[in-house]
């Protein structure tokens, strides 16, 4: 397991310009009170040096850091992973499935943290760049890093939003890039990580195995993202199965990279940025794990579909870890890439093709990973006790990618309701599957190409 921590003097590379004090009239001199200097304050020029390579590479992390838990705090409520028991109806709205909302309260405050994080990640991309080609930065591993995050943040865009104006750039506004281009983002996803992969030191296993895992699960993703656009309910398009060459070949890659139980996870603290979910989930208890996961009456965790005697360990792990305690709950880390789920694309790919045939099938081969790691019987499609391969695929998802920013895709495309959604009348994610969520208010306000035109937003 690895991450990369951000330095304890400063959480972030977004730095402002500082404009002189007016003058405040003859009671005040220049050595008035309010004639100081913030040491936290930095001119933008100093973003061009390279000695502040790392320090930028650092914010963009940070930035996308907190934007992943931003979202996923709404992601996860409109899905079956978390469910609303609190008091704010903006909540509420999302856990029955109501998604194109543009007031929400809390899809409005998540918009800006995400497009703080794409803008930081493509800043540290383009000045870290610059200075590589004039061989002035001194670890391009920094560089390699920063395409990492800014392959994370446009997947993740891509799987939650159903337009977002890209190109925006501090005070100059650009257009989105438009509903049936969305995919695109995927795109900029698997560029952005091929050229990490170019800019990496070969002895940086980590951070090699986490390109080639960014690039297998953006890749992943845009094929599902074509299955389900648009919206409506022929989704699935064309099957529910994802085979895509590109993707089980930096699977396979990354695993042999990685043969352990590798995960790459945003790590949180009091010194650095808190999840952001943890909050409103562990502190004012809006909502909490669903009841498909943990039920609270009677009291009982999700169990393992072969043995359903014993509490998936994962799923324990995952939530145990989650809830944390009173000083942890609002930083446990969030994982978003992992060999667990290098090892689903593998598995999806042989039921796609139809590797199924007993335990040394591709098929099992690849979920029997995980299971005998977490002390689980192994997976035989052959065994007319054990679950059918589709059942068995969409469960070992369900309980390995929990909170990963993943199953509203996989409820989606496997025809699946999450078990508090509104059927009467239907909200969006019943009545039209692939839905995500859009442009929200904070921006369709400040940004002129939504006003001049509304419909392209």
């Known amino acids: ?23 405040l009239g003859a009671v005040w001199s220049c050595s008035s009170l ?32 907190y934007a992943y838990g931003a979202i996923m705090t709404e992601y996860a409520t409109v899905t079956d992973e978390l469910t609303w028991i609190g008091s704010r109806d903006g909540f509420r709205e999302l856990d029955v499935g109501t998604l194109t909302n543009p007031t929400n309260e809390f899809t409005d405050a998540a918009f800006p943290y ?46 939650a939003f159903n337009n977002f104006p890209i190109g925006s750039d501090m005070r100059t506004a650009a257009p989105p890039v438009g509903k049936d281009k969305m995919d695109s983002l995927y795109t900029v996803a698997i560029a ?13 296993l980590d951070l090699l195995t986490a390109l080639l895992a960014v690039r297998a699960r953006a890749q992943h993703a845009k094929a599902v993202w074509k299955m389900l656009h648009p919206p409506g309910p022929g989704v699935p398009y064309g099957g529910a ?46 909502m909490r794990i669903g009841d498909r996961y943990i039920k609270t009456s009677p009291a009982d965790t999700l169990h393992d579909l072969i ?30 890439l992992s060999t667990r789920e290098l090892h689903l694309i593998l598995a999806e790919a042989a039921l796609a093709t139809a590797d199924t ?13 995980r299971r005998v790691r977490d002390g689980l019987p192994p997976y035989d499609p052959s065994a ?19 909170l990963q920013n993943r199953r509203l895709q996989d409820l989606y495309r496997f025809g699946i309701r999450a078990d508090v959604w509104q059927t009467s009348p239907p909200t969006q994610a019943v009545s039209a599957a692939g839905t995500t969520f859009p442009i929200t208010q904070v921006e369709l306000l400040a940004n002129p190409y939504c006003a001049a035109n509304p419909s392209s937003c």
């Not at 930095?42 to 996308?64: E, K, Q, T, Y």
């Not at 045939?357 to 990973?369: C, M, Q, R």
């Open 1 to 23: 397991m690895h991450t990369w921590s951000l330095t304890p003097r400063r959480r972030s590379a977004v730095v402002s310009a500082v404009r002189a004090l007016a003058a």
């Open 34 to 65: 309010l004639d100081v200097k913030n040491p936290n304050n930095v001119n933008v020029s100093d973003l061009d040096n390279p000695a502040a390579a790392p320090s930028i590479a650092n914010g963009a992390f940070s930035a996308v850091a």
């Open 114 to 159: 995400v497009g703080r994080a794409r803008w930081m990640a493509d800043f540290a991309i383009k000045q870290l760049a610059k200075f590589d080609t004039a061989k002035t930065l001194k670890d391009r591993n920094d560089l390699a890093r920063s395409y990492l995050y800014g392959a994370i943040i446009y997947a993740a865009i891509a799987d």
């Open 192 to 204: 952005y990580a091929t050229d990490g992969l170019a800019k990496t030191d070969s002895t940086n």
């Open 241 to 286: 199965l994802v085979n895509d060459a590109g993707a089980n070949a930096d699977a396979t890659t990354a695993i042999r990279l990685q043969g352990t139980d590798w995960r790459w996870r945003f790590y949180y603290s009091t010194t650095t940025v808190d999840n952001y979910i943890g909050a409103w989930v562990n502190g004012r208890q809006e």
């Open 307 to 336: 043995n359903p005697f014993p509490v998936d360990p994962e799923m324990r792990r995952a939530a145990v870890e989650f809830k944390g305690n009173s000083a942890t709950q609002s930083y446990g880390p969030l994982t978003a």
């Open 357 to 369: 045939a007993g335990v040394a099938s591709g098929f099992a081969t690849h979920l029997n990973v």
């Open 384 to 402: 007319p006790a054990h679950p059918r391969t589709l059942a068995m695929l969409q469960y070992e998802r369900q309980v390995n990618l929990f």
